[in-house]
């Protein structure tokens, strides 16, 4: 930082008057004390004449004072002192800043940890595409997974997984068949545990947690299946009621109240007597979409809601998400309920990633390859990353 010195404008000035005094300009104070001093070091006559000279000097002093008083405070002196406090505010504010936020279009990027060390008998060739960059949500994590492991036999699924899903946004969990992103659903609500690590709901680690409190927390959560899941000996009724008759106390027309609300608005209030086995595919998801509401859950989970529909049927699925979670954060707002409404969806559809995500997640290989708000993974440079959410045949995924 360029520092400016006030004091030394005196002997610049005193530079000044003394060549103005050399060229014929009006005597300054300096010169005629100099020619003062000259006189009394040196015989009578030149001190006479330096006298003179001093007097000559005395009646142009009144004009040469005024310029220095002039000099003193101009304004452009104000200017070096107001951009030296900008200068150093703003190397301040950068200080602030991590350095890769610095020039960078997302503006509030965490600085990058270390890159971890692959998996125990992996290569860093294998796991080269995992940039492991996370650009924050700016919200807490509904679920947290930390140094996840868990494999099946010598079947590796997790291999040090680090996830989070933002509270109150739909969430993607995006990647390859394979990849573990149904086994991240069981860990969530406690149907596996993992080999190593955590996994944290709402900043309580699900392993640790006694039964009675499992049972509790599963509470929060609505799950929605691949294939809608629907008891087939129960009609449409029954099989959305069937939450609120296990796990509450409310009585018929409480329970009849809240299923019909569901019901109509997934659109099937008409069909509510029908069996499953009446049912398009697309109902059926929707059925299981309603049932998984009636508990008025903190966290809903869908499980590939989009396998085996047309994509006008996922498209309409997609908007129903949509509009579904904007009204669930409505009522939590004006509720003022502790934790809003999270969606995390289980798929491989880009097109429902780009028309229903806020946050994605892409998971490859047990890991996260990076994560963050849709609209910084939809313009990722990362080669593995543009090749999943295009679906080009060319790049780091093959069929191997």
């Known amino acids: 930082m360029r520092r400016f010195r006030f004091g030394g404008s005196d002997g610049a000035d005193e530079g000044h008057e003394a060549g103005e005094a050399a060229t014929g300009s009006p005597a300054q104070e300096g010169t005629a004390d100099g020619a003062s001093a ?15 000279s001093s007097a000559g000097a005395e ?3 009144p004009e040469s004072r005024e310029q220095p008083e002039s000099r003193e405070q ?5 200017q070096p002192e107001s951009r030296e406090q900008t200068e150093s505010r703003e190397q301040s504010e950068t200080r ?14 965490d600085e990058q940890p270390p890159r971890p060390a692959p998996p125990a008998g992996a290569s ?41 899903l933002p509270e109150g946004m739909v969430s993607m969990i995006l990647g390859p068949s394979g990849t573990g992103k149904s086994v991240c659903i069981k860990h969530m609500v406690g149907l596996l545990y993992p080999d190593e690590g955590d996994i944290l709901v709402h900043g309580e680690s699900v392993p640790n947690m006694p039964d009675d409190d499992l049972f509790e927390m599963r509470k929060k959560f609505g799950l929605l299946f691949q294939d809608g899941a629907l008891f087939g000996s129960m009609n449409l009724y029954d099989n959305v009621a069937f939450p609120l008759r296990q796990h509450t106390e409310k ?93 995390a969806v289980i798929t491989h559809d880009i097109m429902s990633a780009r028309r229903v995500a806020d946050y994605i997640n892409v998971l490859w ?17 990362n080669p593995f990353i543009r090749q999943f959410l295009t679906g080009e045949s060319q790049g780091p995924l093959t069929m191997d």
């Open 38 to 52: 000259q006189g009394r070091g040196s015989d009578p006559g030149q001190a006479e004449s330096g006298s003179g």
């Open 59 to 61: 009646a142009s002093r």
């Open 74 to 78: 101009p304004e452009s002196r104000e």
């Open 96 to 109: 602030e800043q991590p350095v890769s936020a610095q020039g960078s279009r997302v503006s509030v990027v």
């Open 124 to 164: 860093e060739e294998e796991y080269r595409w995992h940039t492991y960059r996370v650009y924050p949500s700016g919200r807490p994590d509904a679920v947290e997974f930390i140094d996840t492991y868990k494999a099946f036999g010598r079947n590796r699924i997790l291999r040090g997984l680090n996830m989070g």
């Open 251 to 343: 009585g018929e027309n409480e329970i009849e109240d809240i299923v019909m609300r569901r019901l109509n608005e997934v659109g099937l209030g008409q069909s509510k007597e029908k069996y499953p086995n009446e049912l398009s595919g697309g109902m059926r998801k929707r059925a299981g979409f309603a049932r998984a509401l009636v508990l008025e859950p903190d966290i809903v989970l869908f499980d590939e809601p989009d396998s085996g529909l047309d994509p006008v049927r996922t498209a309409l699925l997609g908007e129903l998400i949509l509009e579904i979670h904007r009204d669930m954060m409505d009522e939590a707002k004006a509720k003022q309920k502790t934790h809003l409404p999270t969606f």
């Open 365 to 381: 290989k047990g890991r996260i390859v990076e994560a963050g708000p849709a609209e910084d993974m939809l313009n990722s440079e």
